[in-house]
């Protein structure tokens, strides 16, 4: 998906042959877009094309068939709830264990982020209404030993305390390990962390790839998430919010 970096919104055509795709389950045949759209062979032939430059859609050999390549961030826009539930994947940050600190970020950030949608709040500090199933922290050894009792985190994504300051290597981490996971799962990063470098990684990554990104702001009165990169920010990125009302967040 690298190539919708530049922001420039998608041609009206393209973002109605995603839109219906998308909703359509994530594949369909060129004939049943041709048919579903009424759009002319030439035009529909140009915007696939242009769709699978831009890492949106891919052709599945020749069988006409064209689907979403990944699962993020399409599966945030389903209405089924159990069905984004048995796929969300969870990836944060994990500090040093302080005396302050009662429970690790992430515990706090997936209570939030399980919650349903509160009307009467900030539709950016609104939660998913479902549970990640999974749970993926990157850290080093040193801040993992630092705790204990975290057998709740599935896969853990560990770099040394000096790689941890360096933007590109917890980049490269980073997308070494949620690659594979985008392909089948909904992923969503979590950029609460000790350090700025990590943050700034993960928000890279989160920008660059059309992953919703949280932060959660935390004191010793208060838990608030907070939505960086919403699903809306992305459809509304890609021109198609007017396809995705319900998720004005």
Not at 162 to 180: G, M, N, Q, S, Y
Not at 190 to 197: E, L, R
Not at 211 to 239: A, E, F, Q
């Amino acid at each position: 998906m690298d190539g919708m970096l530049s922001g420039n919104r998608l041609p009206r055509n393209a973002v109605k042959i995603l839109a219906y795709i998308v909703k359509s389950g994530g594949s369909l045949r060129y004939s049943e877009i041709r048919r579903g759209l009424k759009m002319a062979d030439g035009t529909l032939t140009y915007n696939l094309n242009l769709l699978i430059a831009k890492g949106l859609l891919e052709r599945v050999g020749d069988t006409g068939l064209y689907r979403l390549p990944t699962k993020t961030p399409w599966l945030f826009f389903s209405e089924d709830k159990e069905r984004l539930g048995e796929s969300l994947v969870y990836v944060g940050l994990l500090g040093m264990m302080r005396e302050e600190i009662e429970e690790p970020v992430y515990r706090t950030a997936i209570s939030l982020l399980s919650r349903e949608p509160d009307q009467s709040m900030d539709p950016r500090t609104w939660g998913l209404g479902v549970k990640p199933k999974y749970v993926y922290i990157l850290t080093s050894e040193e801040a993992k030993t630092s705790w204990t009792g975290l057998h709740d985190v599935d896969n853990w994504i560990l770099l040394t305390q000096d790689d941890l300051w360096d933007i590109d290597k917890v980049k490269e981490r980073l997308l070494k390990a949620i690659e594979p996971l985008m392909k089948d799962h909904a992923v969503v990063l979590d950029s609460t962390g000790d350090g700025k470098p990590p943050a700034l990684a993960f928000y890279e990554v989160a920008n660059d790839r059309l992953i919703p990104l949280i932060y959660v702001h935390r004191t010793p009165t208060m838990r608030k998430l907070r939505w960086l990169i919403s699903p809306y920010d992305i459809i509304r990125r890609l021109g198609l919010d007017k396809w995705f009302r319900g998720w004005e967040t």
